[in-house]
């Protein structure tokens, strides 16, 4: 029964995320058939984003207030393997950015549901991007990704996507296009 591969719920620490190569990560995205069981069993908690800068070669500056932590991320390339660089930030550089972001903001719940030796992380947004839902996977390595078997209640890979990208949202304020290929009705 697919709900068996499911290991206990993930509190608010991050360690039972796959580690990783410094800088590179190897993550693929999907849209959603139908949410998994109990959902709101899972740990989940608030996420704020805002992009300080986004360049036509895929490179991005962000800020993200994650629980009680404030980060800045920059990604570079597309696809399933970037360039990822996070860097913990205090409050005080957070609220400076964030009030200089104009329109390029974020809001979403994130849960993170074990499954096997990876953690899906199901992403609800809210406000301008309201109903819509995605999910990511990342992973240690190339081979394990490429073996990777999504649970049946994963839709459509979406990783080789650029238009659902949410900077690209955030651009033509058009999240429909993903929203509309869920197949969760």
């Known amino acids: 029964m697919e709900g068996e591969q499911f290991a206990s719920k993930i509190g608010p ?5 796959p580690h990783r190569e410094t800088h590179k990560e190897i993550e693929r ?9 109990n959902l709101e069993e899972y740990h989940h908690e608030e996420i704020i984003q805002g992009y300080l800068a986004i ?3 895929g490179t991005e500056i962000r800020i993200r207030k994650e629980g009680d932590k404030y980060f800045q991320v920059i990604k570079r390339g597309t696809g399933k393997t ?15 950015l964030w009030e200089v972001i ?9 849960y993170r ?12 947004y809210h ?32 990783t080789y996507d650029e238009s659902c990208l949410c ?19």
């Open 127 to 158: 406000g301008d991007l309201e109903g819509l839902v995605l999910a990511e996977v990342e992973f240690v390595n190339e081979d394990e990704s490429n073996k990777f078997m999504p649970p049946e209640w994963l839709g459509q890979e979406i």
């Open 113 to 124: 549901i074990p499954y096997g030796n990876n953690i899906i992380e199901v992403d609800f």
């Open 55 to 57: 360049t036509e070669d």
């Open 13 to 17: 620490s991050q360690e039972n995320i």
């Open 29 to 37: 995205g999907f849209l959603f058939k139908s949410l998994p069981e």
């Open 82 to 96: 970037r360039f990822e660089l996070i860097v913990e930030i205090t409050e005080e550089q957070f609220e400076t």
């Open 102 to 110: 104009k329109g390029r903001k974020i809001e979403k719940t994130r």
């Open 167 to 185: 900077y690209n949202y955030l651009i033509d304020n058009n999240h429909k296009k993903c929203t509309e290929q869920t197949e969760m009705g």
